[in-house]
């Protein structure tokens, strides 16, 4: 691999960008060396401009035949060493649960970059949050993943390059959790040099193909996903999710604003977190007694942290472009702390939430009127 | 807090309206001013209206789409049409007044509908092809959301490459800039 | 006196013996490849991966580093692990229908590519791990699982001829070959080419091994040669179909091909269960 000609990103800078060029910008930031990728709507621009960049800073692309050969390639990037990632939306997002299952049960940190679109099936090449399930649980397995989720073109640029850390670290396939709206839309952001902002970046180590003589130096390495019997997967099993139950605490993220106090407590996340976050802060400086609650992770999910902002409460009102997918996390997390809670929704299956429509529910519920 | 200019264009492809919306947003830059655009894309866009949803701000906006507009723009037929949606109480509906067979689909729930003779001011007056930056400054005389001196330094930052093979184009465009401004004006508008 | 065949020194002597069938002819593949690993040195910078199936057996069978995938997807693993350090020697191992029916996209696309990685495929026309079903190299009339009385070529067409297909679409510099089991130092030569050729970096390489199922194909030991060397050889003929001018063969090169059989001994129409894995 050729030396990097010049650093991609120095000191820090304000730009004006979109969601898919600010992902590649933090790639490209965060050192990442190589994308694997496949054509699918909206996320396409992710390669456009990493290709545009290849020449420039000494990466490497390769375009694939296919989202399961994305998935797989990027595996194989991994192994090598490097740090590699892809992107993908909607029907691609479901072929990739293919490979994202091998890397699961492999611990290969692969950083997967989701712009969801509508859904089921092709729908649209738009906007939703109907992945939430798919990109936390997808796969034949138990989820051992983590994911953010983003709701501004700052997060997309700070998460992405987080998600490579986080990777590398903890061993898990790690995941930025978008939408095409943030994928399309263009916003200010601040970027910069990981280095000038005091984040150093783990580094990335091959898995096979290392260095030295097999029976002198080291031993062969043999990975493998399949077992035979069922006490030795139950023992693998176990020892995956022990370590994945042992570092949550260390992975999951979560805002809150104004839950003490709060009769209401709004749940959201990713943009339309956002249009929650303006409905409430609005209604509380009027002097309302509602706040939010906001996972910044899905997958570990902030439980501790949700069970403590809604021991308050009343009700929450859960606000989603899907129908169900947040809320089914939230009722989950919310078993054992208060559950009897009344929870009112706002289910928008790959349509957009604006803060009115927030700001509208929450009145309602707060005159108890219901929603 | 005071909320965000929500503007919503839309014409046939072609007819400059993603252009537009970038220099508003490069002149929102400009202007030290928060911003956010985006387009309406994927399978609509091929061959349907193009839209352009920008919102211009001081503070961080909220959300990418809005159910209203302040002002809405639609260049053309079908644009008018797709466009009524946006149309509220509070919202300016402005379309060009050379489109035909619109009467009947006009939005009857807005604060003013404005019919502004742009392209044939363009075509008449200065050319057809600065009719989109026409309409940029009818948004900006309608708005005020940008000054008319980040417009035209916004203008220069993404057409300047075409302006130093061709100087008079310069001219050109920042003439056509206030005479949207003007046109505005001219008929009583001020949000 | 020596009681053992000589092992490749690649093998991991750990993993001997090795559970494929009595007969099987993967153990004979592995070996030549053994054998070309050991001749051409590059034991430590190898990479070899496997597919689901009697393939994935092979998983600790080198003392190589060694990744098992998914059904049909070595290919991508190896690619992905080739573009990100080209310094490593990569080798997909698989089946017929790793690498023909599930992975065939993924073989097309590598092929036309030109990607600098070897494929060594074993076909022995049936989907062996899980029982014996149907493959796409499944001889007309071959009974499998899936064709109780006989492949129809009406129904499932005939038996894909993944060497020639191959040749037909890749470029300049590919090395592609089929070699056999029955004739394993031939097959050694090719696979050490096809290797050879990924070190120079001139391009794709594809190596199909005729193989031997006698558990699925409920033949004996004569019937298995024999349905080795005249039926699938009839079908399938052994050779080098493209070669690189840096790597043709001298003069002398073991003859091809051998008389066209009709098929042997019918399978029974009674379904058995699958005692297979996944």
């Known amino acids: 691999m050729s030396e990097a000609i010049a650093k991609p990103v120095e000191g820090e800078r304000k730009v004006f960008m979109t969601g898919n060029e600010a992902v590649c910008w933090a790639a490209l930031a965060a050192g990442a060396e190589i994308m694997y990728g496949y054509p699918i709507t909206p996320q396409n621009e992710i390669m456009h401009y990493w290709t545009r960049n290849v020449p420039r800073f000494g990466k490497r692309f390769l375009q694939t035949e296919d989202e399961l050969s994305a998935g797989f390639t990027t595996i194989g990037g991994v192994l090598a060493g490097r740090r590699a990632f892809t992107a993908t939306a909607g029907p691609g997002n479901v072929l990739m649960q293919e490979p994202l299952s091998m890397a699961e049960a492999m611990r290969i940190p692969v950083v997967v970059v989701v712009q969801q679109r509508g859904g089921p099936s092709t729908a649209t090449v738009i906007y939703s949050q109907q992945e939430v399930t798919l990109t936390c649980f997808g796969g034949n397995g138990e989820g051992l993943r983590i994911v953010y989720s983003t709701s501004s073109h700052q997060e997309l640029f700070d998460y992405t390059i987080k998600a490579f850390n986080t990777a590398w670290k903890y061993r898990w396939p790690t995941f930025v959790l978008a939408d095409g709206y943030q994928a399309k839309m263009r916003e200010s952001l601040i970027i910069y040099d990981p280095g000038a ?124 472009s899907a129908y169900g997918q947040l809320l089914k996390l939230v009722k989950e997390n919310l078993y054992g702390g208060t559950c009897n809670l009344p929870i009112e929704t706002i289910l928008r299956p790959g349509v957009g939430i604006t803060p009115e429509e927030v700001t509208e529910a929450c009145s309602a519920l707060l005159d108890g009127k219901g929603a | 807090m005071s909320k965000p200019v929500k503007i919503a264009l839309a014409g046939e492809g072609g007819q400059g309206v993603q252009s537009v919306a970038q220099i508003l947003m490069d002149a929102a830059a400009l202007e030290g001013k928060e911003a956010l655009y985006i387009p309406n894309f994927g399978i609509e866009q091929r061959g349907g209206v193009s839209i352009a949803f920008v919102q211009i701000g001081d503070e961080k906006i909220g959300a990418p789409k809005f159910k209203t507009g302040d002002i809405v723009i639609a260049l053309s037929d079908r644009a008018v049409r797709r466009t009524r949606m946006y149309v509220g109480p509070q919202t300016l509906f402005v379309y060009d007044s050379g489109i035909e067979g619109v009467e009947g689909d006009l939005p009857t729930n807005a604060k003013q509908v404005l019919a502004i003779p742009a392209l044939e001011i363009a075509n008449r007056k200065l050319h057809p092809r600065v009719f989109n930056i026409l309409i940029m400054g009818a948004v900006i005389g309608a708005t005020g959301v940008v000054t008319l001196d980040k417009a035209r330094e916004a203008i220069d930052k993404r057409l300047g490459y075409k302006f130093e093979q061709n100087p008079e184009l310069r001219e050109l465009n920042f003439r056509a800039l206030q005479e949207g401004v003007n046109l505005v004006a001219g008929m009583g508008v001020r949000s | 006196m020596e009681l053992q065949p000589k092992m490749p020194k690649c093998w991991s002597m750990a993993s001997k013996p090795h559970k494929f069938c009595p007969g099987c002819g993967h153990g004979l593949v592995l070996k030549a490849l053994g054998q070309a690993i050991d001749e051409l040195g590059i034991q430590d910078r190898t990479v070899f991966g496997c597919d689901i199936g009697c393939s994935l057996l092979s998983w600790d069978f080198f003392d190589v580093d060694t990744v098992q995938a998914h059904h049909g997807r070595v290919t991508p693993v190896m ?101 056999t089991v029955a004739k394993l130092r031939t097959l050694k030569s090719y696979l050490k080419k096809a290797l050879e050729n990924q070190m120079s970096g001139r391009g ?46 001298p003069a002398g090169s073991p003859p091809e091909g051998m008389p066209i059989r009709l098929m042997g001994a019918a399978r029974s129409g009674a379904v058995e269960g699958s005692d297979g894995q996944p």
């Open chain 3, 79 to 179: 690619v992905g692990i080739k573009r990100a350090n080209p310094d490593l020697i990569v080798i997909a191992y698989m089946g017929d229908g790793g690498g023909y029916a599930i992975g065939s996209q993924h073989l097309v696309n590598s092929a036309n590519r030109n990607d600098r990685i070897t494929m060594v495929l074993a076909n022995n026309t049936n989907y062996a791990m899980t029982g014996g079903q149907m493959a796409p190299t499944t001889m007309p009339g071959q009974k499998t699982e899936t064709t109780p009385f006989g492949r129809d070529v009406n129904e499932d067409g005939y038996p894909m001829k993944g060497p020639e297909m191959v040749a037909a679409i890749t470029h300049e510099g590919a090395y592609v070959a089929r070699g």
């Open chain 1, 197 to 320: 902002r005091g984040i150093s970046m783990v580094p990335a180590e091959p898995l096979v193909g290392k260095p030295g003589k097999i029976g002198e130096d080291r031993e062969a390495v043999h990975l493998r996903n399949a077992y035979s019997v069922e006490e030795e997967l139950e023992v693998a099993l176990a020892r995956d999710i022990t370590e994945y139950e042992r570092v949550a605490p260390e992975i999951v993220e979560s805002e809150a604003f104004n839950t003490e106090g709060a009769d209401l407590v709004v749940i959201a996340h990713g943009i339309v977190f956002r249009s929650a976050a303006m409905a409430v802060r609005d209604l509380a400086a009027q002097g309302k007694r509602v706040g939010y609650f906001r996972p910044v992770t899905l997958r570990p999910f902030p439980q501790e942290q949700l069970q403590k902002a809604v021991a308050g409460a009343k009700m929450l009102l859960v606000a989603e």
């Open chain 3, 204 to 249: 794709f390489s594809f190596v199909e091994a005729l193989s031997t199922c006698p558990t699925n194909w409920r033949t004996n030991a004569e019937q298995t040669w024999k349905f080795l060397e005249d039926d699938m050889q009839g079908f399938f003929p052994p050779g080098e179909l493209k070669v690189p001018p840096e790597l043709a063969a």
